[in-house]
């Protein structure tokens, strides 16, 4: 597989053209196959600190790790992407993350369920928005493209 | 007399001053010149009550740019009192360093802001409290009022009463006619709603004053009398540039933090106040020199957000929580405009075209003083600062503060009227409004229009 500078920064931004890019860490792994000369592969790392928006010294990212990389811990939540759950709130916040807006129902004996509005939520003042909410939800609506929702196993 | 019946019945000669709309601007400086026994008459398109057939009628607009459709038309009423009937009586001055690019400084205007204060019943102390706060940043609260000032309330006694105001409701001023040498306004054309018209003649030695909000004043001097090609006042092709909004970007940031955070408390005497941070004239300078109202709004620590959490178990307590609402200034761009539209409204008057747009040259100076902000407290450890880029980003909401449209400035290549708000060449023609503001700071426009009418008054009975 050969991909250009280009198409490589397309790809980590997530705009895969026709299906040439399945996954950007085998493009990584590809690329680096092509050149025998070239560094060693990058074999594990820690996810880089980042302030998500607040403004933060090195020190509290090291007493913070990482933020907003944590994946939602699916043996408390069953996931599913692009659903949003209509009413039922017992609480609204912003959140730099899925999984904190995840963690926070899990450790809220009222929130059953959540729905989080992602960065590409139409709306900006939505976007990083989560809703903790409880089975007296109204409705759900599916291929709601900007949210993702969970519900306690 | 109070108010006159109907056109047919109007002896215009006999005043002094002919005042075209009748919101704050209006009302007040009828009210100063009214004191010192000045006649005047205000002309007014709308009725004693709101009417929504003339306010749709009368400022129906097509809109390009931020803000959305119907902001601007929404913020103009045809009325008497005018605009405030939607006030919401937000109140504060603009600071020294916002008068940069005015000819008139802050101390012009002081001893006019305490007449404000008192027109709208407030303690002068809102226009001169101020503390300190964190380095590069000051406490300047807006003073608020629920239930504000509705002028034609207010100044029900004008339509009413036997005095030196006269009020006349339902009529339009639809055109401003110049004498030859275009050095004075000759005449202007009234419309009223039953499609009467009439023509009227300004006498030697009287004068006319445009009130009529920031959209109206721009509105009158874009368009030319009959048989001429150029609006009066508008030679230089300046007439509804610089049209400006104060950018709100509600819930934009947070500020968090040790108690010490919290911001002080004015005096009693000030009244009801939203606590407010703006930059200090160094900081000001630093990030743009653009006002950038950061209003703080107290709330619960959000046990969602792993900073927040993290932060107070680090300060143990000892830890306060703001939301941070922006109100912003934009630069005053030539290209942010009023223009007239090829429909008219129903006194011939043509409807109006606007173009503003919040650029970046707006955004950055908002991002560079909320970094400052957080730099300032981290440095300090008293506590971080978060910004929520997608809002920021976004299109704002605003105030409903129409500004700039008849920009005040010492030369008439740049600006529409001068330093006394007399429209450049004009002997008898003024200006009164948030359309006069060279820039508009970040300050609610009204006491500062308030301020500039009353000073107007003065300088027309020769006491300013």
Excluded at chain 1, 37 to 43: A, K, L, Y
Excluded at chain 2, 215 to 226: F, I, K, S, T, V
Excluded at chain 2, 383 to 391: A, E, L, P, Q, S
Aim: glycine share 10%; charged share 20%.
């Amino acid at each position: 597989m050969s991909l250009t500078r280009r198409e490589g920064l397309l790809a980590i931004a997530g705009i895969v053209a026709g299906g040439i890019v399945a996954n950007v860490s085998n493009f990584a792994v590809t690329s680096m196959d092509q050149d025998a000369s070239g560094p060693p592969p990058v074999t594990a790392f820690e996810p880089a600190s980042l302030g998500m928006g607040w403004v933060l010294s090195e020190a509290d990212l090291d007493e913070l790790g990482a933020l907003g990389t944590e994946a939602i811990d699916e043996t408390r939540f069953e996931v599913e992407e692009r659903l949003d759950y209509l009413g039922g709130d017992v609480g609204a916040f912003r959140a730099i993350s899925s999984s904190d807006c995840a963690a926070a129902c899990d450790s809220d004996p009222d929130c059953t369920r959540f729905t989080y509005a992602t960065t590409r939520h139409e709306t900006a003042s939505k976007r990083k928005m989560c809703w903790l909410k409880n089975d007296e939800i109204i409705d759900s609506r599916k291929d709601a493209g900007a949210y993702v929702s969970g519900r306690k196993r | 007399m109070a108010q006159i019946s109907s056109l047919s019945a109007l002896d215009a000669s006999k005043y002094d001053i002919l005042i075209v709309g009748s919101g704050p601007a209006g009302c007040s400086l009828a009210d100063r010149l009214s004191a010192k026994g000045v006649s005047c008459l205000i002309i007014e398109t709308g009725l004693a009550e709101y009417n929504q057939d003339i306010q749709t009628a009368y400022t129906a607009m097509d809109t390009r740019g931020h803000f959305g459709d119907q902001h601007w038309a929404q913020h103009w009423i045809r009325a008497f009192g005018g605009t405030s009937m939607v006030w919401g009586g937000w109140c504060a001055p603009l600071d020294e360093q916002d008068f940069e690019a005015w000819p008139i400084t802050l101390s012009d205007l002081r001893p006019y802001y305490d007449v404000a204060a008192d027109i709208l019943k407030l303690d002068r102390v809102i226009n001169s409290y101020e503390a300190a706060y964190l380095p590069g940043f000051r406490f300047k609260p807006f003073r608020t009022v629920y239930g504000a000032m509705r002028f034609g309330e207010e100044y029900q006694s004008y339509l009413t009463q036997t005095g030196p105001v006269d009020v006349l409701l339902g009529v339009t001023v639809s055109d401003l006619q110049p004498n030859e040498g275009r050095d004075r306004v000759s005449g202007l054309s009234l419309h009223q709603s039953d499609g009467t018209r009439r023509e009227i003649t300004l006498r030697e030695g009287q004068r006319l004053v445009l009130a009529a909000g920031g959209m109206g004043n721009a509105q009158l001097l874009l368009n030319p009398a009959p048989g001429t090609e150029t609006g009066v006042g508008n030679e230089t092709d300046q007439v509804g540039r610089y049209l400006m909004e104060h950018p709100h970007y509600i819930n934009t940031a947070a500020l968090v933090g040790r108690r010490r955070l919290m911001p002080p408390e004015p005096p009693a005497n000030f009244g009801d106040y939203v606590p407010n941070i703006l930059a200090d004239r160094a900081m000001h300078a630093k990030t743009g020199k653009l006002s950038v109202a950061m209003e703080l709004v107290e709330r619960e620590i959000n046990p969602v957000d792993r900073v927040e959490r993290y932060l107070s178990d680090k300060y143990d307590g000892d830890f306060v929580t703001y939301n941070i609402n922006i109100r912003s200034e934009m630069p005053a761009s030539a290209d942010n405009r009023v223009t007239l539209a090829p429909s008219r409204d129903p006194a011939g008057l043509p409807l109006l075209k606007t173009m503003c747009m919040a650029g970046s040259d707006t955004v950055r100076p908002i991002f560079d003083i909320l970094e400052e902000l957080g730099k300032t407290v981290l440095t300090r450890n008293e506590g971080r600062v978060f910004i929520h880029n997608d809002t920021l980003v976004s299109n704002p909401s605003g105030g409903g503060h129409t500004m700039g449209t008849t920009a005040m400035g010492d030369d008439a290549r740049i600006s529409v009227v001068n330093r006394d708000c007399r429209v450049h060449r004009y002997s008898n023609l003024y200006v009164a409004g948030s359309s006069v503001f060279t820039t508009g700071g970040s300050a609610n426009p009204t006491l500062t229009i308030i301020a500039l009418a009353t000073r107007l008054a003065d300088h027309l009975t020769g006491a300013a």
